[in-house]
């Protein structure tokens, strides 16, 4: 079974940049679709992003678009998310998480397997 490790979460000033990391073990990591989400505290989960196995396909949640990139590298089994511009809404718990069926997802319900978690702060 896949597992995840996040890193590269921090405190950072608002309109700064931070690049998130998730390692994944398995040799099956090309064969599914990944996605970010993140949670605020008394809030609930919510989709920051997905990219698709080969890296073609990306969606992301309208809050973050043009701030935000995903990518993945198969060959190291990573995928990232690129943040930049970030604001004090952006302060969260960020995960990433694998789609085992089908493609890309903006559901969490079609997740189900997460990482850890890695906390980013954005300061005002």
């Known amino acids: 079974q896949v597992q995840l490790v996040e890193s590269g979460g921090g405190l950072v000033q608002a309109g700064g940049s931070l690049r998130l990391s998730c390692a994944a073990s398995g040799r099956t990591f090309s064969s599914y679709a990944m996605g970010w989400f993140r949670q605020a505290p008394g809030k609930e989960r919510e989709f920051v992003a997905t990219i698709s196995r080969t890296g073609v396909t990306k969606y992301y949640a309208d809050s973050v678009k043009g701030r935000f990139t995903i990518s993945r590298d198969n060959a190291k089994n990573m995928v990232y998310l690129q943040m930049n511009s970030l604001k004090p809404e952006d302060t969260a718990v960020y995960y990433c998480?694998?789609?085992?069926?089908?493609?890309?997802?903006?559901?969490?319900?079609?997740?189900?397997?997460w990482g850890q978690g890695t906390q980013v702060t954005v300061s005002s």
């Open positions: 998480a694998i789609a085992p069926y089908g493609g890309t997802s903006i559901n969490v319900k079609d997740y189900n397997t």
